[in-house]
T-cell receptor, first 111, second 113 residues
Framework: RKEVEQDPGPFNVPEGATVAFNCTYS??????FFWYRQDCRKEPKLLMS?????NEDGRFTAQLNRASQYISLLIRDSKLSDSATYLC????????????WGAGTKLIIKP | EPEVTQTPSHQVTQMGQEVILRCVPI?????FYWYRQILGQKVEFLVS????????KSEIFDDQFSVERPDGSNFTLKIRSTKLEDSAMYFC???????????FGPGTRLTVT
């Protein structure tokens, strides 16, 4: 089983649609969870940290279900500029806190 | 807003040559990381650095790799004898605390010919 698994992509959706990304992680001791977005040939940029209670930032909502080891990201009213690859990232416990990355889901918003 | 910077943005080198990739992490951050991303593949952890020493390294980070924080600001990744398969984007990241979000530099594209 992969450490962090995401929906395979790409997702092609029309502008204005709602998009949902799902992610599962294998290490039940994982402590921190993030969604990053990555544009083509650019660095990953932090989109949101994901908290147990769920959190919202404008059009973006993130949810965490520790019991199911599942993380989600919802984008409402999608815009052309949301086109990117969305990466689910989990922080592992231990002395190093390295990030474990999902393979990412490519999102293409069509006008 | 403070950001991580990296130089050079693109490095072309011949197989067998040594390269040094440079990073300036965000100034009040304490944990530093190198990641790489081969074109079309996922981001892979290389090494973490805290309190002036390596705290963990991956299988990729073999004897040809080394890291250094020679002064209070720079964080470098050295590849001693580059191979074709080292061609990738190399990202530096930093964070204030281990479990907190990491911030990435723009990356160095390394091309080994």
């Amino acid at each position: 089983r992969k450490e962090v698994e995401q929906d395979p992509g790409p997702f092609n959706v029309p502008e204005g649609a709602t998009v949902a990304f799902n992610c599962t992680y294998s290490n039940s001791a994982s402590q921190s969870f993030f969604w990053y977005r990555q544009d083509c040939r650019k660095e990953p940029k932090l989109l949101m940290s994901v908290y147990s209670s769920g959190n919202e930032d404008g059009r973006f909502t993130a949810q965490l279900n520790r019991a199911s080891q599942y993380i989600s990201l919802l984008i409402r009213d999608s815009k052309l500029s949301d086109s990117a690859t969305y990466l689910c990232v989990v922080n592992t416990p231990g002395s190093n806190y390295q990030l474990i990355w999902g393979a990412g889901t490519k999102l293409i918003i069509k006008p | 807003e403070p950001e991580v910077t990296q130089t050079p943005s693109h490095q072309v080198t011949q197989m067998g040559q040594e390269v040094i990739l440079r990073c300036v992490p965000i100034s009040n951050h304490l944990y530093f990381y190198w990641y790489r991303q081969i074109l079309g593949q996922k981001v892979e952890f290389l090494v973490s650095f805290y309190n002036n020493e390596i705290s963990e390294k991956s299988e990729i980070f073999d004897d040809q790799f080394s890291v250094e924080r020679p002064d209070g600001s720079n964080f470098t990744l050295k590849i001693r004898s580059t191979k074709l398969e080292d061609s990738a984007m190399y990202f530096c990241a930093s964070t204030r605390g281990g479990i907190l979000e990491q911030y990435f530099g723009p990356g160095t594209r390394l091309t080994v010919t």
